[in-house]
């Protein structure tokens, strides 16, 4: 990592597959399921896709091979598998999603599809109904923040049906995004309210603390017990808070992005929590 690696690597424990193995086993030391990320959004080059569905497909193999399977899955953005590519970019997408969904079954595990921004979220939810004809526990995630996202809620909320619900990480438009941050908050909780009152698996992604509060009560409101819904946190935020929710009996599982490409992902952190950027200042000019 050539730049102020201290703070890169406080979010991205390592650039290769077996540094994403080892975070993954320190992890589930603590008791903490995991969701891998091997970085490298919106490619427009068809062999750097293929490349990331082959790093894909090895750590699968090597979190099986180190029996790390029953914890960990991983998180996969379609843009980093082609879905840019012009006009072969849904098509492309998702044959090489196939294969890691395969892949993950092979090892006895899962895949989440992540969501990006909202130009992108039809052919998303498209391909995660394509594969899902194949392998129905493939994940979905939803953005809190845009406007459609209750009733897209309402559609997933089926038995069998895994979706993580964030607030949103992208800077979205007016007309499709509540931009007020009380606005995605209230959307937050009508979403958790569908989710939990639903048949399917809620992972209840999110740092916020009174997020995570209602969240425990609306699981409780709604007959929920540990183990039928999940919380979700990121890499080195929080990481307190997710062992104190595991040591209270919750499933809390921690989003690993790993890889050379973390800079977009990188940035977005800083975007969220601008206390940050004066850390990634002083480590840039002490370098
Ligand atoms: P925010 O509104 O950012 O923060 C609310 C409060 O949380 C803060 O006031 C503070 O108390 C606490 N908090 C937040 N960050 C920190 C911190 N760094 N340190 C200490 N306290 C903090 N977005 C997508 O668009 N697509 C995805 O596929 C996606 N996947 C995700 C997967 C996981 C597991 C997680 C956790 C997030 C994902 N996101 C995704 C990002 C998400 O949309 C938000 O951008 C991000 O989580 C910040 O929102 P928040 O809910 O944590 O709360």
Redesign the pocket.
């Known amino acids: 990592m050539p730049v102020s690696a201290g703070i890169v690597r406080s979010y991205v424990p390592g650039e290769t597959n077996e540094s994403a193995a080892d975070a993954t086993a320190g992890l589930a030391q603590d008791g903490l399921l995991v969701?891998l990320d091997f970085l490298g959004e919106d490619t427009l080059d068809a062999d750097q896709a293929e490349a990331t569905v082959a790093a894909y497909v090895d750590v699968l193999k090597q979190l099986s091979a180190r029996g790390l399977t029953r914890g960990a899955e991983v998180?996969v953005?379609l843009s980093a598998i082609g879905q840019f590519l012009p006009e072969v970019g849904h098509k492309t997408a998702l044959e090489n999603a196939r294969t890691i969904c395969r892949a993950a079954r092979n090892a006895g595990t899962t895949v989440t599809l992540?969501?990006?921004?909202h130009t992108t979220t039809d052919s998303t939810l498209s391909i995660l109904r394509e594969l899902r004809k194949d392998f129905p526990e493939t994940g979905a995630?939803l953005?809190a923040?845009l406007h459609r996202t209750e009733a897209d809620c309402r559609a997933l909320a089926h038995e069998g049906s895994r979706v993580?619900l964030?607030?949103?990480?992208?800077l979205e438009p007016e007309d499709v995004a509540f931009q007020d941050?009380l606005d995605?908050?209230k959307s937050?909780v009508r979403c958790l309210k569908v989710l939990l009152a639903g048949e399917g698996y809620p992972?209840i992604?999110?740092?916020?603390?009174?997020?995570i509060e209602i969240a425990g009560s609306l699981a409780s409101r709604y007959g929920r017990t540990p183990g039928t819904y999940e919380f979700?946190?990121?890499y080195g935020?929080?990481p307190d808070e997710q062992r104190r929710l595991a040591e209270k009996g919750e499933r809390v599982?921690?989003?690993v992005p790993y890889g050379t490409e973390w800079y977009g992902y990188l940035m977005?952190?800083l975007a969220?929590?601008p206390q940050?950027l004066s850390f990634f200042v002083k480590s840039l000019i002490s370098k």
């Open positions: 969701t998180s953005k992540d969501m990006e921004d995630v953005q923040m993580r964030c607030k949103g990480a992208y941050r995605v908050d937050y992972m992604a999110t740092h916020d603390p009174r997020m979700q946190m990121l935020i929080r599982r921690v989003y977005r952190r969220e929590r940050n």
